[in-house]
């Protein structure tokens, strides 16, 4: 405890800039997102695939990923946090890191499989 502050409410603080920073940073990339899948509506496979093969492409499609899974993480766990008091509270936070994890790697690697295509 610092001066009548809660360990507990400094890291909820810590959760809650988080939070915004992410969702911050999801606004632009998600705007760029859906313009650029926008753009690739009807057009032939090849050329879908050779714009997800560009190497700013895969970045942005890598970042917008992991700042997305980032930002999921965080909520459910605040969720998680918030309405589970059970044993089961331990088991959930893991289920949700792990499913976070899982996502994340799977997804880049599929990214990381179209950039190499």
Known sequence: MTYGV???EKRGARVWLAERASSIALVPLTLWAV???AAMVGQPYEAVLAWASEPVTA???GLTLIVSVYHTWLGVRVIIEDYLRH???KAMLALNT????IL????L???ISLAGA
């Open 6 to 8: 809660k360990v507990s």
């Open 35 to 37: 313009i650029a899948g």
């Open 59 to 61: 970045v942005l499609l």
């Open 87 to 89: 044993a089961s509270e």
């Open 98 to 101: 792990v499913g976070c994890l």
């Open 104 to 107: 994340a790697a799977a997804g």
């Open 109 to 111: 690697y599929f990214i």
